[in-house]
DNA sequence: CCAGTCACG
DNA sequence: ACGTACGTGACTGGA
């Protein structure tokens, strides 16, 4: 039997697949249908055909010899999406992990070098496979020679085969006729241009006629119709130019190792770790089972035994280590410490191991330390004191410097990213089990997983570290976010008190209220329905009563509160149904939600999540302390049921307007700064100025309007929005920007610039050095690209505002700790600390505090800060 | 498990 | 022409 060998049109594929597949991006935002559309076409042409080897062929960007030849049509071709070309070379690197063989050279394109390899393994006796999207690789067919387009249907990949013989059936001529067919045609996607006047089937008629395009000019003058006539008069030079671009050079001088494309196993652990990266979980079933099979385990070792885990810590003289472990709702069910990447401990309660014996054990190990390591400090910190003095890494705070915008930052993850080594991911170990039962069905597995944590985070850091170097954010890791950990840690332990009582009684309340407005909702409506579904109380608004229906959401008609207020003067149900939404979002998330979280020791105690945002901003669950309502007096009220321990009083500090000051300060714009040093009320100055109006003559309107502008800037304004916010028209919304604008140009040249910035660093940055990377400036699509440049806009502001109050907080628990004072903070809301404050220290905290944040960061402008004391957080607001 | 809605800065 | 404000988290209903 001949061997057989599969040739791919590696540009042309590649980009059949990025417009036959559906937009598709891993975790990290990078795009990647076009690889996966590749990848399916090759292995279900791999799989048909079990060839004995295989090669990719790419293009180069450079002019090819055969395009330089004639200058006026280069460059001439449309450039390649964004979201296509960054996939060029993951798909190249994919390759390469499989140990496939790439060629490309400068000067040729893939078609010649396919030809080329084509024509050698054709004089060795091979069968070939030539894959394109592309028609005119068919010249190149030949008997052994078998041209394949894949076509993607709704159905999946199908194939269209041609060898010689098929060509002719199909369109008349042979392979080497086709050349002249497409030469005279043209073809603009090419940039051949052809003889003009001449399409598809005049050019065929020609050539099955005359064979070549040179014996049809031999023939001129008994050419019919005369028209295919004159225009190939005319425009002989161009027929023959397109000649020479159309055919495809099959003797490029390439030095092709045949045995270097042997088609080895493609399965390689290389190739894994990017199917995972590139979250191809149905590409994963192709590779064996054990290729999260790694040589690591040999350095775990599992110690059960009193005697064995005494003799572990007692030996234990390590200066270094990673401490990993799990625990669920408080019960720590397994414990891993890896003093290096050779040798990591397993260890367990159980039997004469109590808990209480493992902490202390633990504790002393780490006091022993001069370096620990964890990929969660503030969840260690619950169990093992540890001075701030400490040298600690925080790997996952580290990867999350490196990139925010991961949705998690599993071990996994990090081994592969950043040790490019596979190892079992926690649902690889333990599947969908909860840690509990884990612990009692696979103890074994929980034991891998904690000390693959541990082996990941020691293995890790060095690399870590070094890239927090290398983007200059070492120090906002060292100064910023590392000490932070430990405030949240105590916020977090704290808690705030809450009077269960007086929630359950506010919770009672609404329940009056609520079933009052069903009833008469339902007597509206006419019939009972499910007021929470948005589903039928579209219909009934929209259908049943025939309201003038406003906008649409993708699944039917948008009942949001915006639409709802348009309607409610007309129609009284309209305000019940937003009444009753009002209440119930009340009941269910506040007064029912938060008195889930009471404690027994009477208090709420949120976890503050430093990892979540893309801005840097901190963010807080189970419960969300940061949403507390404020705005509507009803909601307002649950204030009153976060109350200080006795003998304390709250103490509540928020920065006016922070954002708006960052920006002064950025921007360096001396108007708004000027603005900031006389001024009590921004807002109105801003009024004054923008809309040329004496300071004292500023309406009421024209403020609030000005506010909705001075937010609008710290968004990334756009004049659609603003109008939305403010119900004017576009052109208004133009209006007052512009305005703004001519009012602070240094604001409009610094936004510029962040945008352009963005666009060639790749990421939006703070003061701090913070950053977050922005793919969507990069996009092809005027949506993403617009909101890539709000992105830009917004990021630096909100995440510097971020940055400061990071460094308030951080000062505050310091000094209440220096000093010595009772005083605790407890929460954080973006530009608000609260404090519970010992009633005899209240005043010399709220001095501490204020001071505190106001010299937070040297700005161009001050620091504006209101500071207010209370009987609960109502009041202190 | 996602979409819609709404609470906050 | 495109179709929007920036950043979060919790709850509900309905595939």
């Not at 993607?152 to 041609?162: F, L, M, Q």
């Not at 069905?441 to 904690?450: D, F, G, R, T």
């Not at 801005?615 to 189970?622: D, Q, Y």
């Not at 909601?635 to 960052?662: C, T």
Request: net charge negative; aromatic share 8%; hydrophobic share 40%.
């Amino acid at each position: 039997m001949s061997k057989k060998i599969v040739l791919i049109d590696g540009h042309s594929i590649l980009n059949r697949a990025f417009f036959g597949v559906p937009p598709l991006t891993n975790s990290e935002g990078l795009h990647t249908n076009a690889v996966y559309g590749f990848l399916n076409i090759m292995f279900k042409i791999l799989d048909e055909e079990k060839p004995d080897y295989l090669t990719v062929a790419f293009d180069r960007s450079e002019p090819t010899f055969r395009h330089q030849m004639f200058d006026a049509y280069k460059g001439t071709r449309k450039p390649m999406a964004q979201e296509l070309r960054e996939q060029v070379p993951v798909m190249k690197e994919v390759l390469q992990a499989m140990g496939i063989k790439i060629v490309e050279m400068p000067g040729y394109e893939a078609d010649d070098l396919l030809g080329t390899i084509a024509g050698m393994a054709e004089v060795q006796g091979m069968d070939v496979s030539i894959i394109s999207g592309d028609r005119d690789l068919l010249q190149l067919a030949t008997e052994k020679v078998k041209i394949r387009i894949p076509k993607t249907k709704r159905t999946g990949t199908e194939i269209e085969d041609y060898y010689a013989a098929d060509v002719v059936e199909r369109y008349q001529v042979t392979p080497k006729e086709f050349i002249d067919v497409k030469a005279l045609m043209g073809d603009s996607s090419d940039n051949i241009p052809g003889v003009p006047g001449i399409g598809e089937k005049t050019a065929t008629n020609l050539i099955v006629a005359y064979k070549s395009i040179e014996n049809a000019y031999a023939h001129l003058e008994e050419i019919t119709p005369k028209r295919a006539k004159t225009n190939l008069e005319e425009h002989y030079d161009m027929a023959q130019m397109s000649k020479t671009l159309a055919t495809i050079e099959v003797h490029v001088p390439i030095e092709f190792d045949m045995e270097a494309a042997k088609l080895t196993d493609l399965y390689t652990p290389e190739a894994y770790v990017y199917m995972k990266r590139l979250e191809f979980k149905n590409m994963l079933t192709r590779f064996s089972d054990d290729m999260s099979q790694n040589d690591l385990e040999k350095y775990f070792h599992v110690y059960h035994e009193l005697d064995e885990i005494q003799n572990f810590f007692d030996g234990f003289s390590a200066k270094e280590a990673a401490v990993s472990f799990f625990e669920e709702a408080g019960i720590v069910y397994g414990l891993a410490v890896a003093k290096s990447n050779q040798n990591v401990v397993y260890l367990t309660c159980g039997g004469f191991v109590t808990e209480g014996y493992l902490e202390e054990q633990v504790q002393k190990l780490c006091d022993g330390l001069d370096t620990l390591i964890t990929p969660d400090l503030k969840g260690l910190l619950k169990h093992v004191r540890v001075p701030e003095t400490k040298n600690c890494i925080d790997t996952t705070i580290a990867a999350y410097l490196l990139n925010p915008l991961k949705n998690e930052y599993t071990y996994d993850d990090l081994a592969r990213d950043i040790l490019g080594l596979m190892v079992p991911s926690k649902l690889d170990l333990l599947g969908k089990l909860k840690i509990k039962k884990a612990a009692e069905e696979k103890p074994e597995a929980l034991e891998l997983m904690v000390c693959y944590e541990a082996y990941t985070c020691i293995a890790a850091k060095n690399q870590l570290l070094e890239q927090l170097e290398d983007h200059d954010m070492k120090k906002l890791y060292d100064e910023i976010e590392m000490p932070l950990v430990y405030v949240l840690a105590d916020m977090e332990k704290e808690g705030v008190r809450a009077e269960k009582a007086e929630l359950e009684a506010y919770g009672a309340q609404l329940t009056g209220r609520i079933s009052e407005l069903e009833t008469s909702i339902y007597e509206k409506a006419g019939e009972t329905f499910n007021i929470n579904s948005p589903k039928q109380l579209g219909v009934i608004l929209f259908e049943k009563l025939q309201m003038p229906n406003g906008k649409k959401t993708k699944t039917g008609y948008s009942t949001a509160a915006d639409v709802l207020e348009r309607l409610a003067p007309d129609y009284p149900i309209v305000s019940e149904i937003l009444e009753y939404r009002q209440l119930t979002k009340l009941k269910s998330t506040y007064a029912d939600g938060l008195a889930l979280c009471i404690a027994p020791d009477g208090r709420i105690h949120s976890t503050f999540n430093q990892t979540i945002t893309a801005t840097g901003r901190i963010s807080s669950t189970e419960p969300n302390l940061q949403n507390i309502p404020i705005r509507m007096e009803l909601g307002r009220l649950i204030r009153k049921v976060f109350v200080p321990k006795e003998g304390y009083v709250f103490i509540d500090a928020d920065y006016s307007q922070i954002e708006l000051r960052v920006l002064a300060h950025m921007s360096g714009d001396q108007n708004l700064i000027a603005a900031y040093q006389h001024a009590e009320d921004i807002h109105r100055i801003t009024a004054s100025q923008v809309f040329h109006t004496p300071l004292e003559a500023v309406t009421d309107l024209q403020r609030r309007n000005a506010k909705a502008v001075n937010f609008g800037i710290v968004y990334g304004i756009s004049s659609f929005g603003l109008s939305q916010d403010l119900s004017i028209t576009r052109k208004e919304a133009e209006g007052y920007i512009a305005s703004y604008f001519e009012t602070y140009p240094g604001i409009k040249i610094f936004l510029d610039r962040l945008v352009t910035d963005a666009k060639e660093k790749g990421y939006a940055e703070t003061m701090f050095g913070r950053r977050r990377p922005v793919p969507e400036l990069a996009s092809s699509n005027f949506m993403q690209r617009s909101f890539g440049e709000r992105i830009a806009m917004n990021s630096p502001i909100q995440g510097t505002a971020a940055d400061i109050i990071k460094i308030a907080m951080i000062r505050v628990k310091q000094r209440l700790e220096r000093e010595q004072l009772k005083s605790k903070l407890i929460l954080q809301v973006h530009d608000e600390l609260l404090i519970e404050a010992a009633a005899d220290e209240e005043e010399y905290v709220k001095t501490l505090l204020a001071e505190e944040m106001r010299h937070a960061a040297d700005l161009a402008v001050t620091l504006e800060v209101d500071v207010k004391s209370g009987r609960n957080w109502f009041e202190a607001h």
